[in-house]
């Protein structure tokens, strides 16, 4: 069984450019969250894909948007960086959408925007 | 609005102490408690978790202890080693399925 991973490990944009993130979930998961952790937070709730639908999104713009593959991989996609995009980008994978209780994270993405 | 507010921002602990950390939330809605450990340039690890049905909850050295009517939680860590020197995160999950962290606690362990 191989766990969650996430690439690009680490990343540097310029502000007003795009981003792609990957997350590639835990073996037999067919839900994935996103969370973005600022240097010395907790994760904030981004938004959930259950089977390729989008299953609760956070308080974050629309130019935060995803997308779950039919093999239950994911991206993150940010439009028009900001500076304050900069952080940790964490995906979790779950068994099961509905009752998503136990959540699995990757080791995250660290963004900075310049 | 911190929807989950954690307590202390750092702890420092002999090694063979005990590490409480602490946390309390507003919303009656949550109904899923996870407490998660997490070590530098890793993710998160699911800990230990507990539902409000239940006022404790014991694996290994680790205890979560909940108290509904007071809307706090705490995880206590018992017989602290320097390897649990890590942040840790408490979390409260809604209806809506959506996760709220507190903001994290430093633990170092100094043997």
């Known amino acids: 069984e191989t766990g969650v991973t996430q690439s690009p490990t680490h990343l540097i944009k310029t502000r007003g450019q795009q981003v792609t993130l990957r997350c590639s979930s835990q073996s037999g998961h067919n839900t994935v969250s996103w969370y973005q952790q600022a240097l010395g937070q907790g994760p904030q709730f981004i938004f959930q894909y259950y089977r390729e639908e989008e299953n609760g999104r956070g308080n974050f713009p629309p130019r935060f948007s995803g997308l779950q593959f039919p093999n239950y991989s994911s991206e993150l996609n940010v439009n028009a960086l900001e500076l304050d995009d900069s952080a940790l980008y964490l995906c979790?994978?779950?068994?099961?959408?509905?009752?998503?209780?136990?959540?699995?994270f990757g080791p995250g993405t660290r963004l900075t925007v310049t | 609005q911190q929807q989950v507010k954690q307590s202390p921002q750092s702890l420092i602990v002999q090694k063979g102490g005990i590490s409480i950390i602490n946390c309390a939330y507003e919303n009656t809605a949550f109904d899923y408690f996870p407490w998660y450990q997490q070590f530098p340039g890793k993710g998160p690890a699911l800990l230990i978790a507990i539902r409000p049905d239940v006022s404790e909850k014991k694996e290994g050295r680790f205890t979560i202890s909940f108290n509904k009517s007071a809307k706090q939680f705490s995880l206590h860590i018992m017989d602290s080693q320097p390897g649990d020197s890590a942040t840790y995160f408490c979390?409260?999950?809604?209806?809506?399925?959506?996760?709220?962290f507190g903001t994290g606690t430093s633990l170092t362990v100094i043997p």
């Open positions: 979790a994978s779950s068994l099961e959408g509905g009752n998503s209780y136990e959540q699995y």
């Open positions: 979390a409260a999950l809604n209806t809506g399925n959506q996760f709220y």
